[in-house]
């Protein structure tokens, strides 16, 4: 299928070491086709996303959030996702 739109992310993990703690970011992105979306490591098909939502937090970035019909998905962003959302929502629109 088709590319649509794609949207960075940033998954944050928790490494702990003899030293200390500590936070590693890992880049990643997220896919929007006309038939689904796609993370690293989840697929969801668009009949099973209903909605998407975005709240910044603090000055940069914040959350997007991916309704599905299996629960919430967040993911964090350092910019602003409202192309990508604007381009889900236009792309079920066509289809229903």
Do not use: C
């Not at 880049?27 to 998407?52: G, K, T």
């Not at 959350?63 to 629960?71: D, E, Q, W």
């Amino acid at each position: 299928m088709k590319l649509i739109a794609e949207q960075p992310y940033v998954k944050v993990e928790r490494q702990i070491a003899n030293t200390g703690q500590y936070y590693v970011e890992d880049d990643r992105i997220l896919y929007l086709y006309s038939d689904r979306i796609v993370s690293r490591y989840h697929e969801f098909s668009i009949e099973n996303v209903w909605d998407m939502s975005y709240r910044p937090v603090g000055q940069k970035g914040g959350l997007l959030y991916l309704h599905t019909s299996k629960g919430v998905n967040v993911y964090t962003v350092n910019k602003s996702p409202e192309r990508f959302i604007e381009a889900f929502r236009e792309t079920i629109q066509n289809q229903r």
